[in-house]
């Protein structure tokens, strides 16, 4: 990913809002599994405090996206950031790929995705 120029902080935060938003409904979609899995053992498994902190991120999930998202909407395209070495930190391949807001293919569940 080489060759990232400076972006308008306005896109980067729109990237990064949707990646929060993603983030938000898969965790709440893990949320309802273990949800249900809690339930069929009858909670005796000592599963409600997973479950608590399973809805905390999610509930802070959807808080951050939306607070990302938000900030974003009234900025115009300045002042402009080199968001180069910020994804080249990020180890996760699609991650990296969507905030660099280049193409990347789905990841299967269970591959490897990192560089």
């Known amino acids: 990913m080489s060759g990232l120029q400076a972006t308008p902080l306005r896109v980067v935060l729109e990237r990064l809002a949707a990646q929060l938003h993603r983030l938000a409904a898969m965790s709440g979609e893990i949320e309802e599994a273990v949800g249900h899995d809690i339930a069929a053992t009858g909670g005796r498994s000592g599963g409600g405090e997973i479950l608590q902190s399973l ?10 996206s939306a607070y990302v998202d938000r900030l974003g ?43």
């Open 55 to 64: 809805d905390d991120l999610v509930q802070s999930l959807a808080g951050l």
């Open 73 to 115: 909407q009234d900025m115009g395209l300045e002042p402009k950031v080199n968001i180069q070495e910020a994804v080249a930190a990020v180890r996760q391949r699609s991650l990296a790929t969507a905030l660099a807001g280049q193409e990347c293919e789905k990841v299967e569940s269970g591959s490897a995705d990192f560089f």
